[in-house]
């Protein structure tokens, strides 16, 4: 975690983009964020986390793999539950489309955390919003390509035509910063304070007021 200037709320974000409640932790610490507006400052980053290590680099079917992995019962269950939860934050909700490998996503997030924490925020978001509400496969490279260019990262393509590219580098953090993480999101609050889950944003806004 990188030092932050003084007076500067530091949020390091564990994330994996395939993960729901991610998404739904993002809007709701920016939500949070908001109400500090012209009194706090902030810098949130992005850190890799991986829901499935072993996840297909080609995809998979993403009702099937949920299917298999919770049962279909369950699923029928979790999928209104969800489409609810992304509702009122303003967000569609898809379970169409595959699921697979996160590791080219998050090559690309630290690609873009490089050139910036606004730009790495913004392709964050870009990835949510193509996985979650358009149905689209997170390791299609043109999804991929097309996240970098809506914020504006350079290197992109050069990056994922290098399998090794950054590869150690998100390897290296899932095995340090997210180590002891056994869900996600998780929140780390200027390096000392922690939230696992997707808290509401009134959780955010209190441990805010303590700082």
């Not at 992304?86 to 898809?94: D, T, W």
């Not at 924490?117 to 964050?124: A, E, F, S, W, Y």
């Amino acid at each position: 975690m990188a030092a932050v200037a003084k007076g500067v709320v530091r949020v390091d974000v564990v994330s994996d983009t395939v993960c729901p409640w991610c998404f739904i932790g993002k809007r709701r610490l920016e939500t949070a964020i908001r109400k500090f507006q012209g009194q706090k400052s902030f810098e949130v980053q992005w850190h890799p986390f991986f829901l499935n290590p072993d996840a297909s680099q080609e995809g998979v079917n993403k009702i099937e793999m949920y299917n298999q992995k919770f049962g279909e019962q369950r699923v029928k269950q979790m999928i209104p539950m969800m489409t609810e939860t992304f509702a009122k934050e303003g967000l569609n909700y898809s379970m169409e489309g595959q699921t697979g490998s996160t590791l080219n996503s998050h090559r690309l997030i630290a690609l873009a955390g490089q050139q910036g924490l606004d730009k790495q925020d913004k392709v964050v978001e870009a990835l949510f919003k193509a996985y979650f509400t358009e149905g689209q496969f997170i390791n299609d490279k043109q999804v991929l390509l097309k996240a970098a260019q809506q914020a504006s990262v350079s290197g992109a393509e050069e990056l994922l035509n290098d399998e090794d590219e950054l590869k150690s580098e998100v390897l290296h953090e899932v095995k340090t910063l997210a180590k002891g993480v056994t869900g996600v999101p998780f929140f780390i609050i200027d390096g000392k304070h922690s939230l696992s889950g997707a808290q509401e944003s009134e959780t955010f806004v209190k441990m805010f007021e303590k700082l």
